[in-house]
């Protein structure tokens, strides 16, 4: 009896020094969270005004400015998305106006300069340009050999290049468009060997604006 005694004695005796140990050492090597990490109490935001936190709780009036930033993001992204196709929109309808409606391809009288208003126009050559309706049907443009030029879908998105960096490379032909899909067929003005075609491209607008310059066609010689 007096060794169990002893024994409960001398295991009461460690569990206190262990818990005494355990004590120390958590009050010696206790964590300071640095400032930096913490939440803290008002975050002041330019747009937003003052967001505020209790414990890194958002209250009920930040938590409604933090919603109404998201609507407000969502409403830009949706307005940046849409200003190629309001782009696209815009440059066909003033076709229009100027007397160049869908279908109907204008050419530029002289060598463009600033008077233009092209963004990205060169001033050493001449251009032609069209917009196509593809809800009308399927349209066939006539390709004269040496242009360069690409489609774009309703979204300034690129289609497909023609000319001399488009399929028929350089020497000229037919493109068939259609809505579902771009296909490009030519044919050689001289019946010349035809290269090998790609996987026709996807095209998922109706509406598709065109544009070409002439240039020095790298297969002159052998277009012959």
Known sequence: ?????????????????????????????????????????????????????????PDEDTVRKAYDNLDFMRGVEAFLSGMPAA????????????????????????LLDARSLWLTANSTTVYVTTCLDLKKGAVVMEVAPGLLGAVNDAFFRWDTDIGVT?????????????????????????????????SPPMTPTAPIWTAARPTRSPCRARCR
Not at 27 to 55: C, H, I, N
Not at 101 to 109: F, L
């Open 166 to 198: 488009g399929p028929d490379q350089g020497r000229g032909g037919r493109y068939l468009t259609s809505q579902r899909e771009l296909r490009q067929q030519w044919r050689h003005p001289r019946s010349a060997p035809a290269p090998s075609m790609p």
């Open 87 to 110: 782009s696209v929109y815009a440059m066909c309808h003033g076709f229009e106006q100027a007397g160049i409606p869908a279908h109907t391809v204008g050419i530029s009288e002289d």
């Open 1 to 57: 009896m007096k060794r169990l005694h002893a024994r409960a004695a001398a295991l009461l005796s460690a569990f206190g020094f262990s818990v005494a140990c355990s004590s120390a050492l958590a009050q010696k090597y206790a964590a300071e969270t640095p400032e930096a990490v913490l939440t803290p109490d008002v975050v002041e935001t330019q747009r937003l005004g003052p967001l505020r936190f209790f414990d890194g709780m």
